[in-house]
Nanobody
Framework: EVQLVESGGGLVQAGGSLRLSCTSSAFTFDDAVIGWFRQAPGKEREGVSCISSSDGNTDYVRSVKGRFTMSSDNAKNTVYLQMKSLKPEDTAVYYC?????????????????????WGQGTQVTVSS
C-alpha cells in the first residue's frame, strides 16, 4: 500500500497563499491518478484537483480554478497544491489520494484517486 503524507497546511489570512505537499513512500506514476480533496466541518468531502499521469491532464473544481495549481515532482515523489487568493470558504482539512487507472473526465479522476490510498490530511484555515 502506498503511504502518503500531507504537509503545508496552516492559518492564513484571506488573500494569502499556502502550498500543500503530498509525499509518497513509494510513488509510481505508471497509470497513477492523484487527487486533492477537502472536507470542511459539516460538509461533504469534495474533489479539489486531480491529475492523471497517463495524459498529464489536470482538473479543478470550479471554485478554485484560477487560484489553485496542482503540480508534481517525480524525482521527489511529491505532488503539490499551490493555493493563492485564499478565501475563508477554502477552510477545510485537505487530503491527497492516489489510485490507478486512466480516467476520462474530472469526476472519474477523483473517483479513481479516491479508491486508492489516502493521506492523513492537513488543516487549512483561512481567516477573514
Amino acid at each position: 500500500e502506498v503511504q502518503l503524507v500531507e504537509s503545508g497546511g496552516g492559518l492564513v489570512q484571506a488573500g494569502g497563499s499556502l502550498r500543500l505537499s503530498c509525499t509518497s513512500s513509494a510513488f509510481t506514476f505508471d497509470d497513477a491518478v492523484i487527487g486533492w480533496f477537502r472536507q470542511a466541518p459539516g460538509k461533504e468531502r469534495e474533489g479539489v484537483s486531480c491529475i492523471s499521469s497517463s495524459d498529464g491532464n489536470t482538473d479543478y473544481v470550479r471554485s478554485v480554478k484560477g487560484r489553485f495549481t496542482m503540480s508534481s515532482d517525480n524525482a521527489k515523489n511529491t505532488v503539490y497544491l499551490q493555493m493563492k487568493s485564499l478565501k475563508p470558504e477554502d477552510t477545510a482539512v485537505y487530503y491527497c489520494a492516489v489510485g490507478r487507472g486512466r480516467p476520462v473526465g474530472a469526476r472519474e479522476c477523483w473517483g479513481l484517486a479516491g479508491s486508492g490510498s489516502w493521506g492523513q490530511g492537513t488543516q487549512v484555515t483561512v481567516s477573514s
